[in-house]
């Protein structure tokens, strides 16, 4: 790019919120470039995040149910055999297809790839340091900051993505470690239990609060999900914190604290999951050359029109407010790009899914019965369970419930919560449900088709206001 030209638009960070906007402005014409460090598009969720991860979920999952689960089938399989590099292989070949996908839609759309690290020099301008070397300077009617979010670090335990390691290591794990504790019983915490527990390793959770999932998961369904999960080998320890951890020995250890008058007590593991959440990165941006200001947890702070206070400069994903998930990062970065186009966009921040990808899935969306109770809501549940389900029965998997949530006077959809086979598909028809004001009537009165997972939600809806027909 020639030094100093001015583009329409210019996006630092390439991952879901950043490559989102940059394809969506290209379509609308926007002259555009794109500034990414890290080497491929796709951020975090792409290449250390969501992806990776579910390719580690789903064929971790296979060999756990060819090993566990396939001889009541009438499927009966010789030797067995874990071959861990190429597992991960296959990981890799998902993450590349599909980085190298987006680098594809940068050329088709007209967008500018910039490889290199960006950093605001004043209001219009970015310098970029050229991972190739040498820097560019790049100016921009407007700007958008995208830059995402990483691994919050536990204090006085240094990640070295071997044997601490973030959920970046997790991901990469050159052998099955035989013991693992995972710290923080949150999303990337059971999805990584989950993960090596299938694969051999003897996972602890050790989780703070008195639930799985984080405090946004209904206590009803995080409970049946521990339930769940412990019987396939996970062991949990709720409630407790870890207080120090020493990496001196041939096995890590840690002092946890049993928040409710239990004993300290040390854990040992020859890994350790450091999975204690997730905070905004804006390391070298430059914002101090700008005079913007991040919160106390470190977000940039936007209107509600993603404005920083210098207006055409906006700012949308992990690095800002809201739940730190690739599609709200995803929709954010449409949005943004409708403000700047058309002057409106929209994203409906009380009707974003959530989907914890274990076996078997939790998702969810709208709200859980622990808000509805804070805020003296009154409302009614319907619930019905997949082992009612002929699908589920049929599949021989049929773990779980559905329970929906609507208001007790106007039957208003209220919340959709899932554990279960193929939650994570399913939720998309209570987020769709909530997202028009349905009512769970409304659910019910539709037909779905039979023998499906879907009439599970279609029965717990009906269950709401009257009886579910097969429970
Ligand atoms: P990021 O994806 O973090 O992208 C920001 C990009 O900006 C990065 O590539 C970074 O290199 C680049 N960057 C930063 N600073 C600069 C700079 N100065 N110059 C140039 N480039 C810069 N979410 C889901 O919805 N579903 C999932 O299943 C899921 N699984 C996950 C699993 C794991 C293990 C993790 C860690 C996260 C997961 N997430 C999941 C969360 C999801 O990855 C994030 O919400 C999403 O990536 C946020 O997108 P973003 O564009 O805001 O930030
Ligand atoms: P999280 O915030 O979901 O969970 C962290 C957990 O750690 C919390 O339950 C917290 O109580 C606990 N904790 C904190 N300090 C602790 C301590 N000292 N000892 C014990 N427990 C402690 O964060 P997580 O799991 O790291 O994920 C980060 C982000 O990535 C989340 O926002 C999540 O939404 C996103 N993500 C989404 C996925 C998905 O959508 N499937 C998958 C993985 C990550």
Request: hydrophobic share 35%; charged share 25%; with cysteine.
């Amino acid at each position: 790019s020639e030094a100093g030209e001015e583009k329409d638009l210019v996006i630092i960070g390439g991952g879901v919120a950043g490559y989102v906007a940059a394809i969506k402005a290209g379509q609308e014409g926007f002259k555009v470039a794109c500034i990414e460090k890290r080497g491929s598009l796709g951020g975090t969720c792409l290449n250390v995040g969501c992806i990776p991860s579910k390719s580690l979920l789903n064929n971790s999952h296979l060999y756990h149910q060819i090993l566990h689960d396939s001889k009541s089938r009438g499927i009966e399989v010789g030797d067995v055999k874990l071959n861990l590099s190429q597992l991960m292989k296959a990981k890799e070949q998902s993450v590349t297809g599909l980085t190298k996908g987006i680098e594809f839609l940068f050329k088709k759309n007209g967008v500018e790839y910039v490889k290199g690290t960006g950093s605001f020099v004043d209001e219009h301008t970015v310098k970029v340091d050229l991972n190739e070397g040498g820097e560019t300077t790049l100016k921009g009617k407007n700007i958008i900051i995208a830059t995402g979010s990483e691994a919050t670090p536990f204090p006085g335990l240094e990640i070295d993505e071997k044997r601490v390691v973030s959920s970046t290591g997790a991901l990469s794990l050159e052998k099955v470690p035989e013991s693992l504790v995972v710290i923080g019983g949150g999303i990337i915490g059971l999805e990584m239990a989950s993960v090596w527990s299938r694969l051999g390793a003897k996972v602890t959770v050790v989780e703070f609060l008195g639930q799985i999932g984080g405090p946004g998961m209904d206590t009803e369904i995080s409970k049946t999900a521990q339930k769940i999960l412990k019987k396939q080998g996970i062991d949990f320890k709720l409630n407790t914190k870890v207080v120090s951890g020493d990496t001196t020995g041939d096995k890590i250890k840690l002092e946890v604290d049993a928040a409710k008058g239990g004993k300290p007590e040390t854990l040992e593991g020859d890994v350790v999951l450091v999975a204690i959440g997730r905070r905004p990165y804006t390391e070298g941006l430059g914002l101090e050359n700008i005079g913007l200001d991040v919160d106390e947890r470190g977000r940039v702070v936007i209107d509600s029109e993603y404005r920083t206070k210098h207006p055409h400069i906006r700012c949308v994903g992990d690095v800002t407010f809201g739940p730190m998930l690739a599609h709200k990062a995803e929709d954010e970065g449409l949005a943004v790009v409708e403000y700047l186009k058309k002057g409106y966009g929209h994203v409906n921040y009380g009707c974003i899914p959530a989907v914890m990808y274990t076996h078997p899935e939790v998702a969810w969306v709208g709200q859980t019965e622990q808000d509805l109770k804070s805020q003296n809501i009154a409302y009614k549940v319907g619930s019905f369970p997949f082992s009612a389900n002929s699908r589920a029965k049929t599949n021989a998997d049929a773990e779980g419930i559905v329970k929906v949530i609507a208001d007790a006077e106007t039957d208003r959809l209220l919340g959709v919560h899932i554990v279960g086979p193929g939650a994570g598909e399913m939720i998309a028809e209570g987020t769709l449900a909530l997202e028009y004001g349905a009512s769970s009537e409304d659910i019910a009165r539709t037909t779905h088709a039979h023998p499906t997972l879907s009439e599970a939600l279609k029965e717990a809806a009906m269950a709401t206001y009257n009886r579910a027909i097969h429970f």
